[in-house]
C-alpha cells in the first residue's frame, strides 16, 4: 500500500464466528494503516441472529493478543439505529428506495429465466423485478402481511449523484488502484433494510464509517465490489469519501477464502497450540 498521512482506520468485525487468519490480517493492516492516527474497532452486530456476545469477547481477547490497541470506545452497529433510520429516511424522500416482495428462490429463478451470468463476484445480483411495482399493488401486498425488504434504486441512484470515482490505495481483486470509476450497478440493486434488519450492512457501513470519521476504510479485496456502492450511498447521503485500502485475503491450502466455520485456522485454536502472534504474523506473510 501506498504510505499516507495519519489517518483514522477500523477494524469492523461482525460477532458471528471466531476471527482466523484473515481476519488478523485485516485487523493489523487497518491497525498500521493508521501510522500515528487512530485506530478503531467497530463491532457490526446487525444481524442479531447470528450475533453472539461469547464471539464477541473472542475478538477483544484475538486482537489483545496479537498486540493491537484501539481507540475507546468500542461502538457497536445495533447501538446506531436511530442514525441508520434517518440515512434511510433521507433516501426514501429523494425516492431511491423501492419494496421488494421477492423471496431468494424467487430471484434465483428469475435469473435463470432471464439466462443471466452471475456477478463476476459470485453474488446473486438481484434482477430488478419489483422495481416498477405499480403503488397500489406494493400497497396491497404490505396490507396482505407479505414481507419485504428496502432496495436502493441504483439507476436513480446514479443518475442523482452522476459520474463518480474513489480512491483506491491498496488493489482489488483485478488488480484495481487509483481513481476507481464507480460502477453503479456492480451490485445490483442492494437490500438496505428488511423487517427485523433496520439497516443492512452497505447502509450501515457508510453512516458508522463516516460517524467515527474514518477516513482510510481497510478490508479484504472479497469486498472491494462493495466499495462502489458505498461510495454511491455516501454521495447521496451527503457524507464524506474515505479513501480505500483493500488487501490480499489469506486462503486454505484450496485456496478457497477462510471462513468462520473453519476451526483449524482460528487465532483462539492457533493461540491454544501455543504459537505465538510474531508466529501468526509469519504465517500471514507479514
Ligand atoms: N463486517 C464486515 C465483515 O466482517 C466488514 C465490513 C467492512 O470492513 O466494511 O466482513
Same mark, same amino acid.
Given at each position: 500500500?501506498?504510505?499516507?498521512?495519519?489517518?483514522?482506520?477500523?477494524?469492523?468485525?461482525?460477532?458471528?464466528?471466531?476471527?482466523?487468519?484473515?481476519?488478523?490480517?485485516?485487523?493489523?493492516?487497518?491497525?498500521?494503516?493508521?501510522?500515528?492516527?487512530?485506530?478503531?474497532?467497530?463491532?457490526?452486530?446487525?444481524?442479531?441472529?447470528?450475533?453472539?456476545?461469547?464471539?464477541?469477547?473472542?475478538? #477483544?481477547?484475538?486482537?489483545?493478543?496479537?498486540?493491537?490497541?484501539?481507540?475507546?470506545?468500542?461502538?457497536?452497529?445495533?447501538?446506531?439505529?436511530?442514525?441508520?433510520?434517518?440515512?434511510?429516511?433521507?433516501?426514501?424522500?429523494?425516492?431511491?428506495?423501492?419494496?421488494?416482495?421477492?423471496?431468494?428462490?424467487?430471484? #434465483?429463478?428469475?435469473?435463470?429465466?432471464?439466462?443471466?451470468?452471475?456477478?463476476?463476484?459470485?453474488? #446473486?445480483?438481484?434482477?430488478?423485478?419489483?422495481?416498477?411495482?405499480?403503488?397500489?399493488?406494493?400497497?396491497?401486498?404490505?396490507?396482505?402481511?407479505?414481507?419485504?425488504?428496502?432496495?436502493?434504486?441504483?439507476?436513480?441512484?446514479?443518475?442523482?449523484?452522476?459520474?463518480?470515482?474513489?480512491?483506491?490505495?491498496?488493489?482489488?481483486?483485478?488488480?484495481?488502484?487509483?481513481?476507481?470509476?464507480?460502477?453503479?450497478?456492480?451490485?445490483?440493486?442492494?437490500?438496505?433494510?428488511?423487517?427485523?434488519?433496520?439497516?443492512?450492512?452497505?447502509?450501515?457501513?457508510?453512516?458508522?464509517?463516516?460517524?467515527?470519521?474514518?477516513?482510510?476504510?481497510?478490508r479484504g479485496n472479497d469486498l472491494f465490489a462493495s466499495a462502489? #456502492?458505498?461510495?454511491?450511498?455516501?454521495?447521496?447521503?451527503?457524507?464524506?469519501?474515505?479513501?480505500?485500502?483493500?488487501?490480499?485475503?489469506?486462503?486454505?491450502?484450496?485456496?478457497?477464502?477462510?471462513?468462520?466455520?473453519?476451526?483449524?485456522?482460528?487465532?483462539?485454536?492457533?493461540?491454544q497450540q501455543g504459537i505465538d502472534a510474531a508466529e501468526i504474523?509469519?504465517?500471514?506473510?507479514?
Amino acid at each position: 500500500m501506498r504510505q499516507t498521512a495519519n489517518h483514522t482506520t477500523r477494524f469492523a468485525p461482525s460477532p458471528t464466528g471466531w476471527l482466523h487468519l484473515g481476519h488478523a490480517l485485516a485487523a493489523i493492516s487497518a491497525y498500521e494503516a493508521a501510522g500515528g492516527g487512530n485506530f478503531l474497532l467497530r463491532i457490526e452486530d446487525l444481524d442479531r441472529g447470528r450475533c453472539r456476545l461469547e464471539f464477541e469477547a473472542g475478538i #477483544v481477547e484475538d486482537l489483545t493478543w496479537l498486540g493491537l490497541q484501539w481507540q475507546q470506545p468500542v461502538l457497536r452497529q445495533s447501538e446506531r439505529s436511530e442514525a441508520h433510520r434517518a440515512a434511510l429516511a433521507t433516501l426514501d424522500k429523494a425516492g431511491l428506495i423501492y419494496s421488494c416482495f421477492c423471496t431468494r428462490q424467487e430471484i #434465483v429463478r428469475e435469473i435463470e429465466r432471464a439466462g443471466e451470468a452471475p456477478h463476476r463476484s459470485g453474488e #446473486v445480483v438481484y434482477p430488478g423485478t419489483c422495481r416498477t411495482l405499480s403503488r397500489s399493488e406494493c400497497e396491497m401486498r404490505k396490507a396482505r402481511g407479505d414481507p419485504f425488504a428496502l432496495r436502493l434504486d441504483s439507476r436513480k441512484a446514479a443518475a442523482m449523484t452522476g459520474a463518480l470515482s474513489f480512491e483506491e490505495l491498496g488493489q482489488g481483486p483485478d488488480g484495481e488502484n487509483g481513481d476507481v470509476p464507480v460502477e453503479p450497478g456492480v451490485l445490483g440493486d442492494i437490500v438496505l433494510a428488511r423487517k427485523g434488519l433496520p439497516a443492512a450492512y452497505h447502509l450501515a457501513v457508510v453512516v458508522d464509517d463516516a460517524f467515527q470519521d474514518v477516513s482510510l476504510v481497510t478490508r479484504g479485496n472479497d469486498l472491494f465490489a462493495s466499495a462502489h #456502492v458505498q461510495r454511491m450511498l455516501q454521495a447521496a447521503l451527503g457524507l464524506p469519501a474515505p479513501l480505500y485500502a483493500h488487501h490480499r485475503l489469506i486462503l486454505d491450502a484450496d485456496g478457497s477464502k477462510l471462513s468462520k466455520r473453519d476451526r483449524s485456522s482460528t487465532l483462539r485454536n492457533i493461540r491454544q497450540q501455543g504459537i505465538d502472534a510474531a508466529e501468526i504474523r509469519r504465517r500471514i506473510g507479514l
